[in-house]
């Protein structure tokens, strides 16, 4: 090995260091010092600690958007991948119930999904238990948080305005008796609405549009009861998807893993 080339390895082996040590240890952090590396690379959030009271506030409008997306879409896609994984383990579950094959360890987990997604048979877990388009968490994010610049994104990790209920943490609004749910990273949050949408009564139409494999404007007229605003705020989703052009991150392989009940 040349000096020159060993030189290079350290080098190499220096940076990636540096970015690990810094995502690992730095909770708080100024947009400013997000790197690329750190927050989009799929296989670093393995590693590193997921971005906690992140703040977008002060940014050029563009460059907000632009960060608000990098910040998100790792997260999302590994929520997403999470949720696809217990689907396939319900899959495969399924054909082996036809059987009377199943271990006893398979029996207690298809139990505890039953009881997590407040299902009663494999149909309606199967309903409940799938992915959300890329593009609706992130237009639904944007909306709510103002592009990572609500005081809530910021104080309390609360991508999309959800409520807390039966005495969790919350984060109290001002002027308002609302209190908004606080969470311990973003990545919770993201996790969170994913299991809102995939349980709530009020997206039980959004489920069965997406078991039909219906396109993203389509799922987004089921999300009136999501605000107040009701088909003013269907609107402004499909006009935030439109505008910043986010299906181009939704992911092929997602939607055709998770988008149907039957497979």
Known sequence: MTKSLGRLIVIVLAFVSGIIANSLFKIEQPAESLTTASIIND??????????????KG?????RKKRFIQLLVPLIKQANREVL????FILKVKDKKDKKELTEKEKQELSYLKKKYRAKSLKELLLK?????VSLILAQGAIESGWGTSRFFTEANNIFGIYSFKGAKCLKAK???????VYDNLYS??????????????????RELRAKGADIFTLAESLDLYSTRKKEYVELVKNVVKKNHLERFDEPELASNGMG???
């Open 85 to 88: 994984s217990e689907r396939a």
């Open 261 to 263: 009940t039957e497979q």
């Open 189 to 206: 949050s993201v996790k969170d609405y994913i299991y809102n949408l995939n349980v709530g009564w009020a997206y039980r139409r959004f």
């Open 43 to 56: 296989q670093l959030l393995k590693i590193v600690k997921y971005p906690s009271h992140i703040s977008l």
């Open 59 to 63: 940014l050029p409008v563009e460059e």
């Open 129 to 133: 238990v799938n992915s959300v388009p």
């Open 175 to 181: 002027n308002s008796k609302a209190c908004l749910k």
